[in-house]
């Protein structure tokens, strides 16, 4: 297999910005270009997933992040979307945490199957 092909390109950055790339490579022992390279991948990556949700949903993800995720919950039973059993409820103040998938799963099973 032979090594991928690279195009040289210039770009100018703000010095925070150069700065922050430079720590990043440091921190990650890898080259400034490939910092570079690893967000643009990200963020094509993450621009083609919204793209790929189409623009009604897409509007919803962005409408529903500017609420908390309780005003999304209450809005979602208002509309009959979501139901939460009264009986299990957790508060929403305090978000669940597992430090583990099994830990996560074991709690599940003390759920009431639907």
Do not use: C
Not at 86 to 112: C, G, N, Q
């Amino acid at each position: 297999m032979s090594a991928p092909k690279y195009a040289r390109i210039a770009i100018t950055l703000p010095p925070d910005d150069l700065a922050a790339a430079d720590r990043l490579a440091a921190a990650h022992d890898r080259s400034r270009s490939w910092i570079v390279a690893e967000a643009l991948r990200q963020y094509v990556a993450r621009s083609d997933s919204l793209a790929a949700l189409g623009a009604s949903r897409h509007a919803q993800v962005v409408r529903d992040l500017q609420h908390t995720a309780e005003a999304r919950i209450r809005d979602a039973e208002q509309r009959e979307v979501l139901s939460v059993d009264p009986e299990h409820a957790v508060s929403l103040e305090t978000p669940l945490r597992f430090a583990s998938y099994d830990e996560f799963a074991a709690w599940r099973r003390t759920l009431p199957s639907r």
